[in-house]
């Protein structure tokens, strides 16, 4: 329907301001499933018709690569935003970690949230979570224990994916007692644990042979 209308528009001889073009971004990036091509389709013609990039709408498309997946537009845009000097914020390095993650490129996701901190930019709870999932992936537990100080240290309240991915990274490193405090850990917190909660801990009780816990 929105895309119908702007077509009325053009019809009529009205040409989409910059407001016009990013709300459509948003109708594109909210379709289910998302419509990257067309978003990205959009994006270059909003900034052939003189209409600067901003971030906020680079970051709409974005989102819709991370959700579908398209590692190789997701970069094109990213490598706009480079071109045309657009600021990242955090929501951007999201996208793309959220879209390495997606895709299990964990390494690069790693190295976007690295970006994020050495960006000066504050990680939220979810960039935190999915970080300490990236480097459970790839083995680096100790790392992924650190930075789960790292995000208490900053007063951020770790969510129950957090501890679900806690539990998980204990248990494959084989320390039962990290895994066991963990689980106890988020009901101190006032969260409730999950399917995946159980699941994890019960991984780490047969990873260290804790069978009759």
Known sequence: KAAEIMRTMRRSGIEPDQRIYTRMLSVYRNAKPPRVREAFSLLQEMRQSGHPLTTSSCNMVLESCANRREVMLALQVYGLMKEYNVKANEKT???MARLYNNVRMYDEAIEMYSLMVRSGIQLGPVSYTQMMHALSQTRRYDECFVTFQEMCAAGISPLLSTYNILITAAGCSGDFEKAEGFFAELYD?????????YNAFLFACLKSQKLER
């Open 93 to 95: 390095y999201h996208a």
């Open 189 to 197: 917190q006032g969260l409730r644990s999950d399917r995946h909660t």
